[in-house]
C-alpha cells in the first residue's frame, strides 16, 4: 500500500507465489491508472494500465483491479519470480495536462 | 529507438554552483516531464510542457527552471544549487492529447543522481 514517512511498505513473498500490492488513490475524478516497475538505479517502467470504464484488466502475469466505490487498485502478479524484486509504483490522472499523480512505492522482495 | 535519454547520468554540485539537466526524447511526443523522486517520496512533479512552446509549474518548482527547446527536449535548470536539490531527477514524456483531454502512459528516461553538497 501506499506509505507515509521515510519508509517503504515491503512485501515479502515466496518465489513461485502470487503477489499483490495495493493502492488507495484519493482523487475521485481520476480516470486513468498505471502500474509501473522501478528497479535499482532504473527509471520506472510501465506494467499495466487501466481506464476507469474498466474493473480489472490482465497481461503477461500481470492483472490490475479498480474498485473506484473505495478508491481502491491492486496489482497482481502471478507465480513471482526472481526478476519481480523491485519498487512497485500506482499512478493517477484525471486527464489534466500535468501527467501523473505517483504513489509513494511499495518494494516487492523475493524470498528463494 | 532509444526512448527518452538523460544527461548526465550522475553530478556533484557545491552550494551555489548552477547546472542543466538535459532530456531528450525521440517519440515524438506532444508531453515532457521532470520529477524528482526522494527516499521514501515517490515522485513529484517539477514542471511539465505539455505542448512545444508551453511550460508549466508541477508540484515543486522553487529553485527550478526549464525551457522546452523543441519538440524533442526538454532541459531542466538549477540556478543556485541547495542541498534541498540533492535528488534523484526524471525526465519523461506522453502522447498527452489536449483536445481530447485523455492521458497515456509517461515512459521515463534513467534518471540523474544529483548531489549538492
Known amino acids: 500500500g501506499e506509505s507515509v514517512g521515510l519508509h517503504l511498505p515491503t512485501l515479502s513473498v515466496q518465489e513461485g507465489d502470487n503477489s499483490i500490492i495495493n493502492c488507495a488513490y484519493s482523487n475521485s475524478a481520476s480516470d486513468y491508472f498505471i502500474w509501473y516497475k522501478q528497479e535499482s538505479g532504473k527509471g520506472p517502467q510501465f506494467i499495466i494500465d487501466?481506464?476507469?470504464?474498466?474493473d480489472k484488466r490482465q497481461g503477461q502475469r500481470v492483472t490490475v483491479l479498480l474498485n473506484k466505490t473505495v478508491k481502491h487498485l491492486s496489482l497482481q502478479i502471478a507465480a513471482t519470480q526472481p526478476g519481480d524484486s523491485a519498487v512497485y509504483f500506482c499512478a493517477e490522472t484525471g486527464g489534466g495536462a500535468d501527467g501523473l499523480t505517483f504513489g509513494k512505492g511499495t518494494h516487492l522482495i523475493i524470498q528463494p | 529507438n532509444a526512448g527518452v535519454t538523460q544527461t548526465p547520468k550522475f553530478q556533484v554540485l557545491k552550494t551555489g554552483q548552477s547546472m542543466t539537466l538535459q532530456c531528450a526524447q525521440d517519440?515524438?511526443?506532444?508531453?515532457m516531464y521532470w520529477y524528482r523522486q526522494d527516499p521514501g517520496m515517490g515522485l513529484r512533479l517539477i514542471y511539465y510542457?505539455?505542448?512545444?512552446?508551453?511550460?508549466d509549474k508541477g508540484e515543486v518548482p522553487n529553485g527550478y527552471n526549464v525551457s522546452r527547446l523543441n519538440k524533442r527536449e526538454f532541459s531542466l535548470r538549477l540556478e543556485s544549487a541547495a542541498p534541498s536539490q540533492t535528488s534523484v531527477y526524471f525526465c519523461?514524456?506522453?502522447?498527452?492529447?489536449?483536445?481530447?483531454?485523455?492521458?497515456?502512459?509517461?515512459?521515463f528516461g534513467s534518471g540523474t543522481q544529483l548531489s549538492v553538497l
Open positions: 517519440m515524438n511526443h506532444n508531453s
Open positions: 487501466i481506464r476507469s470504464n474498466m
Open positions: 510542457s505539455a505542448s512545444e512552446g508551453t511550460t
Open positions: 519523461a514524456s506522453s502522447e498527452f492529447r489536449p483536445v481530447q483531454g485523455t492521458n497515456e502512459k509517461l515512459f
